[in-house]
């Protein structure tokens, strides 16, 4: 049975074996078998690559890629769009290194390009070799020195497309293009005054922070033709939002651009490209709805309505049909990257048996044990209310000094047999009790990551991902738990899941192995989770770990980025690790100068903090 959804939302990429573990199975090669999870870490850790880690597989990226292109390829053709679409994988989705140069090594037969919302982001932009056609979309406020290098690598054969967000950006444009004497590739975004659904539904429509009216677009037109750089204006930008759960806002949205697309023409804007944005979501849940973590549509679908739209729209206005450009980066790298880590301990809030009644025992501890003699699948609702009730009244007692210490433990312990007898009666896949009473009920299962460094938005905007135990797969789960991460914070826990029949509070999972350890994956965390994630208790960024899925069912290491060090972390807050080993040296010698210490304790004091320092943030 799959309890975790894993057919839903794994898309016959995440799978489980025949031994019960989950296996990546390779898109590229659908006829290769899939490769174990476990079996990975396994060989990684023989290499010495600890978790919690990131695990990129560099064939899911590509596989995307191709997979969006080919998409939007293919509805080109099935429509008769007489033109090509020119994708750009927007940088802030993720910026690291080994993410953004694959990217444009994937992309390179489908001139893919890339897009910038910052000055960082267009330095990193122009230090990649792109194909000919493709596009640089700078995106964002921008100040002169920004639009200076925009315009100045035009001179590099790069398609820079400075994009007009606002009234002010047109004059600094303008000015900027006169002193170069270069003739700038401009775009402009509109704002659209459709507002779609979904958690992002503030960057769309009048209130949204970026692009200009229409009374700001009629006044940029009349100050390019003025300043003689009208036929600059090549692109037309718009954006609703990312995550965007359904299909027919986009429909919606881009039946608008296109209207702003052939006003724009028709006054005499040399408009070659429209620029529809990110937006295109990510299945997290598996559901195929228009929820806040799932979306009404597929890749094929989104990119069907995106050409057949345009296509329309410029046939009714007689227009060339633009080149296409869209700006998604979430469904491109999302599925690329999992968090694994390991789960140090459980704590339970149950007892497989009860202490025997014993002489003296206070009343309401024999009334709380006499409890056992009465649960029954029927009475479950009694017997929960009839322990909550003894217990509490056993804790006003012991706060009044009325019993002691051992007689209160007592009773703690017949109320948590009684929760595992309650628990056992309600069945695992029959619960009787309300969600609620199984979240008191659940284990905490304390896990090797940190939610702040690692999943920093299922902390800031509830978003889900899907969570599943690595191994023991062919075994049913036999409890039940919410996660918490390794910080000290309350706010570190994770209790929203999703499951085959909806998201639950609470995460079936198995009695802790004794002997090996229990992994967890967190998948779909390549769109935004690395840099967006903070260093809360000074959790550092994890080891990242670049693989490839072979053909034979193995894999082949691309790229080790190993995690923050303790020194590194606590040099992004300032303090020079020199200084600090110093200083406690410095406490070390006083102590052996006034005798609280042996000289021969240096060497092993001064060695534990120095492992200490160089040693990974996470539980080793
Ligand atoms: N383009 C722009 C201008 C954006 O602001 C964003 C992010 O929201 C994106 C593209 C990426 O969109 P998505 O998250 O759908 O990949």
């Known amino acids: 049975h799959d309890v975790y959804g894993i057919k839903k939302w794994g898309k016959n990429l995440i799978v489980v074996n025949d031994k019960g573990e989950i296996g990546l199975k390779n898109p590229l090669n659908p006829d290769a078998p899939s490769v174990s999870l476990p079996a990975i870490l396994e060989d990684l850790d023989d290499r010495g690559v600890q978790v919690p880690m990131i695990l990129r597989v560099s064939s899911y990226l590509e596989h995307e890629i191709k997979h969006m292109n080919d998409c939007f390829n293919e509805a080109i053709a099935r429509v008769g769009y007489r033109g090509k679409y020119r994708g750009v994988f927007p940088i802030k989705v993720n910026q690291q290194a080994q993410v953004v140069d694959r990217i444009v090594e994937f992309g390179r037969p489908f001139e893919y390009g890339l897009e910038a919302g910052s000055k960082p982001e267009l330095v990193i932009a122009l230090a990649h070799r792109l194909s000919r056609e493709a596009l640089i979309v700078c995106n964002g406020i921008k100040d002169e020195e920004f639009i200076r290098l925009a315009i100045l690598s035009r001179k590099l054969g790069f398609n820079t497309a400075i994009v007009l967000e606002s009234p002010k950006e047109v004059d600094t444009v303008i000015s900027v293009a006169k002193e170069l004497d270069v003739d700038p590739m401009l775009g402009v975004r509109v704002k659209l005054t459709n507002q779609i659904s979904g958690k992002w539904e503030k960057s769309s429509g009048d209130r949204s922070a970026f692009g200009m009216n229409t009374d700001q677009l009629v006044l940029m037109v009349d100050k390019l033709r003025d300043a003689g750089l009208l036929h600059c204006l090549k692109l ?198 309300s969600d609620e009473q199984l979240t008191k009920l659940a284990d905490i299962y304390h896990c090797n990551f940190s939610l702040f460094q690692s999943l920093p938005d299922v902390w800031a905007i509830d978003q889900l991902h899907p969570i599943v135990p690595l191994q023991m797969l062919d075994q049913a789960p036999d409890r039940h738990a919410v996660l918490t991460d390794i910080t000290c914070d309350s706010d570190g826990k994770v209790d929203r899941f999703i499951l085959a029949d909806g998201v639950a509070p609470t995460l079936p999972v198995h009695t802790l192995p004794e002997d090996t350890p229990y992994y967890m994956g967190v998948f779909f965390v390549g769109a935004y989770q690395e840099t967006l994630g903070d260093l809360h208790n000074l959790f550092g960024d994890t080891n990242v770990v670049t693989i490839d899925l072979r053909a034979d069912g193995g894999f082949d290491l691309l790229h080790e980025q190993e995690g923050d060090t303790i020194s590194e972390v606590m040099s992004y807050v300032e303090f020079d690790p020199q200084d600090c080993v110093a200083e406690f040296r410095k406490m070390v010698d006083e102590a052996i100068s006034t005798g609280a210490l042996k000289s021969k304790d240096r060497k092993t004091l001064m060695g534990a903090y120095r492992d200490s320092i160089n040693g990974y943030t996470y539980y080793e």
Request: hydrophobic share 35%; net charge negative.
């Open 236 to 433: 037309q930008h718009s954006h609703l939002g990312s995550q965007v759960p359904d299909v027919n806002d986009v429909r919606r949205a881009v039946t608008e651009a296109c209207r702003f697309y052939i006003e724009l023409t028709q006054e005499g804007v040399p408009l070659t490209h429209l620029d529809l944005g990110g937006g295109m979501g990510v299945d997290y849940t598996g559901e195929n709805r228009a929820t806040d973590s799932s979306i009404n549509y597929s890749m094929r679908e989104y990119c069907t309505n995106v050409v057949e739209t345009v296509a329309y729209a410029m046939d009714g206005a007689e227009i060339d049909h633009p080149t296409l450009v869209t700006e998604s980066g979430r469904a491109v790298v999302a599925t690329s990257s999992m968090l694994i880590f390991n789960v140090l301990e459980a704590t339970h809030y149950d007892a497989p048996t009860a202490p025997e009644a014993e002489e003296g025992d206070h009343h309401l501890i024999s009334d709380l044990l006499a409890i056992t003699g009465y649960i029954t699948g029927a009475r479950l609702q009694e017997c929960w209310n009839d322990a909550n009730f003894y217990r509490n009244e056993l804790r006003a007692l012991f706060h009044r000094g009325y019993i002691d210490l051992r007689q209160m433990a007592r009773a703690e312990r017949i109320y948590l047999h009684l929760m595992a007898r309650i628990k056992e009666h309600a069945g695992f896949d029959d619960i009787q009790i």
